[in-house]
């Protein structure tokens, strides 16, 4: 909907948006003359979630969470205006009320300590009250307000209207935080000033006690889980400790890593001497063969003397034992005896070879001493080289039998140590997170109340009335109540409203806007836009009527789906616009009234006809006519006919198909049915030539009228326009 469109649906609507503001307004105005005075009382508290300083926030990397802040102040709000707290709230105010004696205008109004009094009687309230103990009259009345059985206290702390009950509390206790910030804003608003200001206080305590409460009953499972899994966890190490030191024990292991890559460096350098060795040996070996050969060359008497081998293997003996005892760490004096020995053994080895060899020159000319030196000593390599190696193979092999046990050792160990890290770590983790509840639960308890930075203070005056906002507010629901009501009447309203709902619910353009004109004068603006129209529609029908060169007399229909549309109206303004420009205009209407008799005047021949039974059936419109106005018929440039409402009669085929074109006057505000849409798509389907739709009554359509300088200038054209017409206006 446009704003013109909302301006003429408020228009038409006047009258709703004037009564249903004043009703309701009235109304109120009216049931709230008897309105009470009431007081009201604020106090502010912090709660030093976002700035607020904790044991919590010495802890390194510590960050305030804003998401937990918002539900800390959730959870604050949503515990004070639990029913537990508020029914709480109510026992304390009504066991302090219970213990005065008399009125008080700082604790209760004498009004209400006399309602209180009749409320209650007085063996009840005395049963109630013990001098110097309110912790007792608590007990009571809060037994009695639990209790199963209906009696007194149970009826002030259940009855809305009364100030002890949790429904009144709760409707009058109004808290929220004060922006971003760390203040929470609590107020609250009653009758009587001494009962807001204490509601309020108790309320403020109430909150508090049963905060703490809960934030320190929450810590506590938390603790005794951790502490629980804490002691699990310090078993389950202490036992894998256990295992690792027995294991450690047993194979007499620190560490099978450091183990490991002692016996590996050995290992490596036990190969290195043995491989030396072995190639000290071989070339000894090759060293005494060489010379075995030259020696030979000589005599054989040195290989067949059973001396000479029992000696060297004397002196092979002796090596091997030197070796073993430098090996197992033997004292110096065996190790001097063994070298003796050997010293022996190649002394006597030497004198045996000098008597088997004589001072001869070898065949190369080398003499055999110097051979036999060579020899002996190849011959003492070889054998010290043999025995250093069989000790060395030794070792390497008792390396590799202990080694083949250290694998399984190993991964056991490791096993055994993978534990006791996955233990040590859960432990670990378990005294960490008990430390943060135990944390928590100290930081609750040492801080874990709010402060109340404005504590409630004693309402002296009342609030202002609020007779005259709420009249106001109900004059905004009147008027929100006639705008709905307007909306249902327009959505449901099937009429035409506007031009734009016109063309889209008929599905043709309007030719011509024609504004409401009660008279004809130039000085009217409406007048000027309805002479401006009247040109520019008579312009569109010479147009129609020149395109279908169409012979003389041109018959122009004029239709309209329902009555009271204006056709008489548009009619005589066609027919003295043709007449003024010196045409011969006959205008044929359906006779109403037997007074209605043919006439002429200013040009214009008004010619009445009776409806016919067979109506539907007339081919030319002589047949309509009498026969003496039938014989003048085509004396006419231009007929004008008047067709009666199509909804309350038949529609004459052959004259609407003789006619040269179509008129069809709507009214604003007129009534388009499926009925009335169907009439009009028979009428189009009929016609041959062009309909045009002329819309009458439009608001605001004389917006763009003429100037009264536009009209003066074509005065002769228009003079006429401010006559009245002899012939009666029909709707």
């Given at each position: 909907?446009t704003l013109?469109?909302?301006?003429?649906?408020l228009k038409?609507h006047?009258?709703?948006?004037?009564?249903?503001p004043?009703?309701t307004?009235?109304a109120v105005y009216?049931?709230?003359?008897?309105?009470?005075s009431t007081?009201k009382?604020?106090?502010?508290?912090y709660?030093g979630?976002?700035s607020?300083?904790?044991i919590?926030s010495a802890?390194e990397?510590?960050?305030?969470d804003?998401s937990?802040v918002?539900?800390?102040f959730?959870n604050?709000?949503t515990?004070?205006?639990?029913?537990?707290t508020?029914?709480?709230v109510g026992?304390n105010?009504?066991?302090?009320?219970?213990?005065?004696?008399?009125?008080?205008?700082?604790?209760?109004?004498?009004a209400?300590?006399?309602?209180?009094q009749?409320?209650?009687?007085?063996?009840l309230?005395?049963?109630l009250?013990?001098?110097?103990e309110?912790?007792?009259?608590?007990r009571?009345?809060d037994?009695?307000?639990k209790?199963?059985t209906d009696?007194?206290?149970?009826?002030l702390l259940?009855?809305?209207?009364?100030?002890?009950s949790a429904?009144?509390i709760?409707k009058?206790?109004?808290?929220?935080?004060?922006?971003s910030?760390?203040m929470l804003?609590?107020?609250?608003e009653?009758?009587?000033?001494?009962?807001?200001?204490?509601t309020?206080?108790?309320?403020i305590?109430?909150?508090?006690?049963?905060?703490?409460?809960?934030k320190?009953?929450?810590t506590?499972?938390?603790?005794?889980y951790y502490?629980d899994?804490?002691?699990?966890?310090k078993?389950?190490?202490?036992?894998?400790e256990?295992?690792?030191?027995?294991?450690?024990?047993q194979?007499?292991?620190l560490?099978f890593?450091?183990?490991?890559?002692?016996?590996?460096a050995t290992?490596?350098a036990?190969?290195?001497?043995?491989?030396?060795e072995?190639?000290r040996?071989q070339?000894?070996?090759?060293?005494m063969?060489?010379l075995?050969?030259?020696m030979?060359q000589g005599?054989?008497?040195l290989?067949i003397?059973?001396?000479?081998t029992?000696?060297?293997?004397?002196?092979?003996?002796?090596e091997t034992?030197?070796i073993?005892?430098?090996?197992?760490?033997?004292?110096q004096?065996v190790?001097?005896?063994y070298?003796?020995?050997?010293t022996?053994a190649s002394a006597e080895?030497q004198?045996i070879?000098q008597n088997?060899?004589a001072?001869?020159?070898?065949?190369?000319?080398?003499p055999k001493?110097?051979?036999?030196?060579?020899?002996l000593?190849?011959?003492?390599e070889?054998e010290?080289s043999?025995?250093?190696?069989n000790?060395?193979k030794k070792r390497?092999?008792?390396?590799?039998t202990?080694?083949t046990t250290f694998t399984?050792?190993?991964?056991e160990?490791?096993?055994l140590?993978?534990?006791l890290?996955v233990?040590?770590?859960?432990?670990?983790?378990?005294?960490?997170?008990?430390?943060q509840a135990n944390?928590?639960?100290q930081d609750?308890?040492?801080?874990?109340s709010?402060?109340v930075?404005d504590?409630?203070?004693?309402p002296?005056?009342p609030q202002?009335?609020k007779?005259l906002?709420?009249?106001?507010?109900?004059?905004?629901?009147?008027?929100?109540?006639?705008?709905?009501?307007a909306a249902i009447r327009?959505?449901?309203?099937k009429?035409i409203?506007?031009?734009e709902?016109?063309e889209k619910?008929?599905g043709?353009?309007?030719?011509?806007?024609?504004p409401?004109?009660?008279?004809?004068?130039?000085?009217?603006r409406a007048s000027?836009?309805a002479?401006?129209?009247?040109?520019q529609l008579?312009?569109?029908?010479?147009i129609?009527i020149?395109?279908?060169?169409?012979?003389?007399?041109?018959?122009?229909t004029l239709?309209?789906?329902r009555?009271?549309?204006g056709?008489?109206?548009f009619a005589?303004?066609?027919?003295r616009?043709?007449a003024e420009?010196g045409e011969?205009?006959a205008y044929?209407?359906?006779?109403?009234a037997?007074?209605?008799?043919?006439?002429?005047q200013?040009g214009?021949?008004f010619l009445?006809?009776?409806?016919?039974?067979n109506?539907m059936?007339?081919?030319?419109l002589?047949?309509l006519l009498?026969p003496e106005d039938?014989l003048?018929i085509?004396?006419?440039n231009k007929?004008i006919l008047?067709?009666?409402?199509l909804v309350?009669?038949?529609?004459?085929?052959?004259?609407?198909n003789?006619?040269?074109?179509?008129?069809m006057?709507l009214t604003l505000h007129?009534?388009?049915?499926r009925r009335?849409?169907?009439?009009?798509s028979?009428?189009t389907?009929m016609a041959?030539h062009p309909?045009?739709?002329?819309?009458?009554?439009?608001?605001g359509s004389d917006?763009?009228?003429?100037t009264?300088?536009?009209?003066?200038?074509g005065?002769?054209r228009t003079?006429?326009?401010t006559e009245p017409?002899a012939?009666?206006?029909?709707?």
């Amino acid at each position: 909907m446009t704003l013109q469109g909302l301006g003429r649906l408020l228009k038409q609507h006047l009258i709703w948006f004037i009564l249903f503001p004043c009703l309701t307004a009235g109304a109120v105005y009216y049931f709230m003359r008897n309105e009470t005075s009431t007081y009201k009382t604020k106090a502010t508290l912090y709660t030093g979630f976002t700035s607020g300083y904790s044991i919590r926030s010495a802890e390194e990397g510590f960050n305030v969470d804003y998401s937990a802040v918002s539900n800390a102040f959730d959870n604050i709000l949503t515990t004070l205006t639990s029913n537990q707290t508020l029914y709480q709230v109510g026992v304390n105010l009504l066991s302090d009320h219970l213990q005065l004696t008399k009125p008080d205008d700082q604790q209760l109004s004498a009004a209400n300590f006399q309602k209180l009094q009749q409320s209650i009687p007085a063996s009840l309230r005395q049963s109630l009250v013990r001098a110097g103990e309110p912790a007792y009259t608590r007990r009571r009345v809060d037994s009695l307000g639990k209790s199963q059985t209906d009696n007194p206290i149970k009826a002030l702390l259940r009855n809305p209207g009364s100030y002890y009950s949790a429904d009144y509390i709760g409707k009058k206790l109004k808290a929220n935080r004060k922006n971003s910030s760390d203040m929470l804003d609590l107020e609250y608003e009653a009758e009587d000033p001494a009962v807001t200001q204490q509601t309020l206080n108790l309320a403020i305590a109430e909150l508090n006690e049963r905060y703490t409460s809960l934030k320190r009953g929450e810590t506590n499972p938390v603790i005794k889980y951790y502490e629980d899994k804490a002691k699990e966890a310090k078993r389950q190490l202490d036992n894998a400790e256990s295992k690792l030191r027995a294991f450690n024990v047993q194979h007499n292991v620190l560490n099978f890593e450091d183990e490991l890559k002692t016996r590996s460096a050995t290992r490596e350098a036990l190969v290195t001497e043995y491989n030396t060795e072995v190639m000290r040996n071989q070339a000894a070996k090759a060293a005494m063969n060489a010379l075995n050969q030259r020696m030979t060359q000589g005599g054989n008497i040195l290989k067949i003397n059973t001396a000479l081998t029992d000696k060297q293997a004397e002196l092979t003996a002796a090596e091997t034992q030197l070796i073993n005892a430098r090996t197992n760490g033997q004292p110096q004096a065996v190790l001097d005896q063994y070298q003796a020995k050997i010293t022996k053994a190649s002394a006597e080895l030497q004198q045996i070879a000098q008597n088997y060899f004589a001072a001869d020159n070898s065949a190369d000319a080398v003499p055999k001493m110097k051979l036999i030196n060579e020899w002996l000593g190849k011959v003492l390599e070889f054998e010290e080289s043999g025995a250093r190696m069989n000790v060395v193979k030794k070792r390497l092999d008792d390396y590799q039998t202990e080694s083949t046990t250290f694998t399984p050792l190993e991964s056991e160990q490791r096993q055994l140590t993978r534990d006791l890290s996955v233990a040590e770590k859960d432990y670990l983790n378990l005294i960490q997170a008990l430390n943060q509840a135990n944390t928590h639960r100290q930081d609750i308890a040492i801080d874990g109340s709010m402060s109340v930075l404005d504590p409630p203070a004693f309402p002296y005056a009342p609030q202002a009335p609020k007779r005259l906002f709420f009249t106001l507010i109900g004059a905004g629901v009147g008027f929100v109540i006639a705008l709905i009501l307007a909306a249902i009447r327009f959505w449901t309203d099937k009429r035409i409203n506007s031009l734009e709902e016109a063309e889209k619910r008929i599905g043709s353009p309007v030719t011509a806007l024609f504004p409401k004109v009660k008279k004809f004068d130039v000085k009217s603006r409406a007048s000027r836009a309805a002479v401006s129209m009247f040109e520019q529609l008579g312009n569109a029908i010479n147009i129609e009527i020149a395109q279908r060169q169409a012979s003389t007399p041109s018959l122009i229909t004029l239709f309209s789906i329902r009555s009271k549309q204006g056709k008489t109206w548009f009619a005589h303004g066609l027919a003295r616009m043709y007449a003024e420009s010196g045409e011969q205009v006959a205008y044929c209407y359906p006779r109403i009234a037997d007074s209605n008799q043919k006439l002429e005047q200013d040009g214009v021949t008004f010619l009445p006809y009776d409806l016919p039974a067979n109506f539907m059936n007339i081919r030319e419109l002589d047949d309509l006519l009498s026969p003496e106005d039938a014989l003048s018929i085509n004396q006419f440039n231009k007929v004008i006919l008047e067709l009666p409402a199509l909804v309350s009669s038949p529609i004459p085929m052959h004259l609407v198909n003789r006619s040269v074109v179509s008129l069809m006057i709507l009214t604003l505000h007129t009534i388009w049915s499926r009925r009335d849409k169907q009439l009009y798509s028979l009428y189009t389907k009929m016609a041959k030539h062009p309909v045009l739709i002329a819309l009458n009554k439009v608001e605001g359509s004389d917006s763009d009228a003429p100037t009264r300088i536009d009209i003066e200038q074509g005065v002769t054209r228009t003079k006429r326009y401010t006559e009245p017409n002899a012939v009666a206006h029909r709707a």
